[in-house]
């Protein structure tokens, strides 16, 4: 079953953040991830979401996981949450009631 990881923060140094752009890319490489949802100004219908919304679909939740926490992605990491607050889910996908 599809794994999907979620995240949706808020930029807190607009400066030092492009650094993680640039660098996360390349942590994705063979994961087998597809980036559905990379939306930098998410619109606000409910509730208090952040304004930058992501998506990554993985082949699993354990993938996901197995590249969340890989040495190339925890390498750049800190260069989110070091210039952004905000949060990071690991979903599955759904599966219809039979």
Do not use: C
Not at 18 to 25: M, Q
Request: negative net charge; hydrophobic residues 50%; aromatic residues 10%.
């Amino acid at each position: 079953m599809a794994g999907y990881l979620i995240a949706t923060y808020d930029i807190t140094n607009p400066e030092a953040y492009p650094a993680y752009v640039a660098a996360v890319g390349a942590t994705l490489a063979g994961s087998g991830a597809e980036v559905l949802v990379a939306d930098y100004n998410s619109d606000m219908v409910e509730g208090k979401p952040a304004k930058v919304t992501v998506v990554l679909k993985f082949a699993s939740k354990t993938a996901a996981l197995a590249w969340y926490n890989s040495a190339a992605y925890q390498a750049v990491v800190h260069l989110r949450t070091s210039n952004s607050v905000g949060a990071m889910v690991l979903v599955d996908g759904f599966v219809p009631p039979a």
